[in-house]
C-alpha cells in the first residue's frame, strides 16, 4: 500500500497551560458501590434437592461451635479476663449465707466432741494387770473389773485433810465392780464383790479378797476373782480418791437423791436425806461411808453403783457436752485419774462407760454377789461368805450368755437410778 492511500492519525490539539482537563468520577464511585454491594450480598442459597425438604442445622451442644442459617461457623470473641464477671479481677466474691456457718460450726462441734475423749485415751496410766497361771475360757460378751481404791498418791497434805482420806500409805481396795456387757440379748451387769468377801486368794490361803490386791496388786486381784467366779476378765480400770474428786468436780457436782441422812465422821461427811448437788469432796464421802450405815458394806456397795450411774447420766448431758470447755475438762479429768490395763483398749472403755450410764436409766441391772452371810466369822475376822450355789448359777448364765433381765434367785436389784 502506497504511502497516499496513509489514513493520517489525527492528533488532539495541545492543551495550553490555562487548560483544566475535568474527569468525571461519579460513574467510577457509582460503579465502585455497585461492585462492593454484590461481593458484600451473600451468595444465593443453594437449590433444594429433588424430594427432600431442607432442614435447618441443628442447635450447637453447649459450649460448641455456633453456626449461622447458612451453616457457616461463628468466630465468637474470646470472653474478657476473669470470666466476664464484675469485682476485682473480673470474679466475684461468693457470700457465706448465715446457713453455710450454722452448717460449718455444726461440724467442728461434732469433730471436737469425737476428738476429745481419743486424745484423753492417750494421757491414761496404763498397767499390767495380766493374771499369772491357767486362765478360763473366753465366754460370752466382755466382762470388766472396775476397782476403787484409797491410793492417796498424788495428794497433798492439805488435799488428804480436805477429804479426810487420812495419811495411810499403799493401795487398797474400797470398791470392786465386775461390768459384765453381754454380745446379744439381755442387760449388761453390774455386780458388787463386797470387799470382805472371804476367798481364796492363789498361792496365799483363803482371805479377804481386798488382801488379794493388797498382796499382789491388780494382777492377784483379777487372778483371784477369775478363778472363784470362772469368769475371763477382759479389761481393768482404777481410779483414787483424788481422782474420784476431781472427775465430779469437773462435772460441776453430781445430783444424788439421799434415802435417809448421814452422818459419818471417819467419810467426814453429814447429809441430809433428799436429792441435792455434791461437789467432789462430799461424793467421796458418800461412797465411802460405812460405818453409818447399818448394813455396812453392802449398803456402801450399794451407794457406790447408784452414784457411778449418776456420774455417767450427768456426764451424758447437754450441759457437760455442748460447752467445749466441760467436756474437755471431764474427760481428761477422768483420763488422768484412771489406771487401765495393758489389753484394755478404748472400745472397752467406751463399752464400760455405757453400761454404767445404763445404771439410772435401768438398761443395766446392779446387783451385788449372792450372799450366804454377811458377817461370819473368819480367820481372817468378820467376813461375807457367797452363796456358792446361787453365785456360781448367776456366773454360768454370763459366761454362757443366757439372757438376765431381772435379778437371778439370790440377788437383789437396788435402787440405782438416784
Known amino acids: 500500500m502506497s504511502d497516499d492511500h496513509a489514513r493520517p492519525i489525527p492528533r488532539r490539539p495541545a492543551a495550553s497551560d490555562d487548560d483544566v482537563e475535568v474527569v468525571d468520577t461519579r460513574r467510577r464511585r457509582a460503579a465502585g458501590r455497585k461492585d462492593s454491594r454484590a461481593s458484600a450480598a451473600p451468595p444465593p442459597p443453594p437449590p433444594p434437592s429433588s424430594g427432600r425438604r431442607s432442614t435447618p442445622p441443628p442447635p450447637p451442644p453447649p459450649g460448641g461451635t455456633r453456626y449461622d442459617e447458612l451453616g457457616r461457623p461463628v468466630r465468637s470473641s474470646p470472653p474478657p479476663p476473669g470470666g ?218 450399794e451407794r457406790q453403783r447408784q452414784f457411778l450411774g449418776a456420774v455417767m447420766s450427768q456426764a451424758a448431758r447437754p450441759s457437760t457436752v455442748l460447752p467445749p470447755w466441760r467436756w474437755w475438762g471431764f474427760t481428761h479429768a477422768g483420763a488422768s485419774s484412771v489406771v487401765v490395763g495393758e489389753d484394755t483398749g478404748l472400745v472397752d472403755s467406751a463399752r464400760l462407760l455405757q453400761a454404767l450410764r445404763g445404771v439410772s436409766g435401768g438398761d443395766t441391772l446392779s446387783l451385788v454377789v449372792p450372799i450366804a452371810d454377811a458377817n461370819a466369822t473368819t480367820a481372817a475376822g468378820s467376813s461375807v461368805i457367797w452363796d456358792e450355789e446361787q453365785a456360781r448359777s448367776l456366773f454360768t448364765m454370763l459366761r454362757d450368755g443366757t439372757p438376765v433381765d431381772a435379778p437371778p434367785p439370790g440377788t437383789t436389784q437396788d435402787d440405782a437410778t438416784g
Request: hydrophobic letters at 35%.
Open 84 to 301: 466476664g464477671r464484675g469485682g476485682r479481677g473480673g470474679r466475684r466474691r461468693r457470700r457465706v449465707g448465715p446457713v453455710r456457718w450454722v452448717l460449718l460450726l455444726l461440724l467442728a462441734w461434732v469433730a471436737f466432741v469425737l476428738v476429745t475423749p481419743v486424745h484423753a485415751w492417750t494421757t491414761v496410766v496404763r498397767a499390767d494387770t495380766a493374771p499369772a497361771g491357767e486362765r478360763p475360757a473366753d465366754g460370752d460378751g466382755h466382762t470388766y473389773l472396775l476397782v476403787g481404791s484409797d491410793s492417796r498418791e498424788g495428794l497433798t497434805d492439805e488435799e488428804r485433810s480436805e477429804l479426810g482420806t487420812g495419811s495411810a500409805e499403799g493401795r487398797r481396795t474400797d470398791t470392786i465392780i465386775l461390768v459384765h456387757v453381754p454380745s446379744g440379748a439381755g442387760k449388761a451387769v453390774l455386780l458388787s464383790v463386797p470387799r470382805d468377801s472371804y476367798l481364796p486368794i492363789p498361792g496365799n490361803g483363803s482371805n479377804k479378797v481386798n488382801a488379794a490386791f493388797a498382796i499382789g496388786g491388780p494382777q492377784l486381784l483379777v487372778q483371784t476373782l477369775e478363778q472363784s467366779t470362772g469368769l475371763r476378765i477382759d479389761g481393768y480400770a482404777e481410779i483414787g480418791f483424788g481422782g474420784f474428786a476431781r472427775v465430779v468436780d469437773s462435772l460441776g457436782g453430781v445430783e444424788i437423791c439421799v434415802e435417809t441422812p448421814i452422818d459419818d465422821d471417819k467419810a467426814h461427811i453429814t447429809l441430809d436425806a433428799g436429792c441435792q448437788t455434791l461437789d467432789g469432796r462430799t461424793s467421796l464421802g458418800y461412797v465411802r461411808a460405812r460405818y453409818s450405815d447399818p448394813r455396812g458394806d453392802i449398803g456402801r456397795a
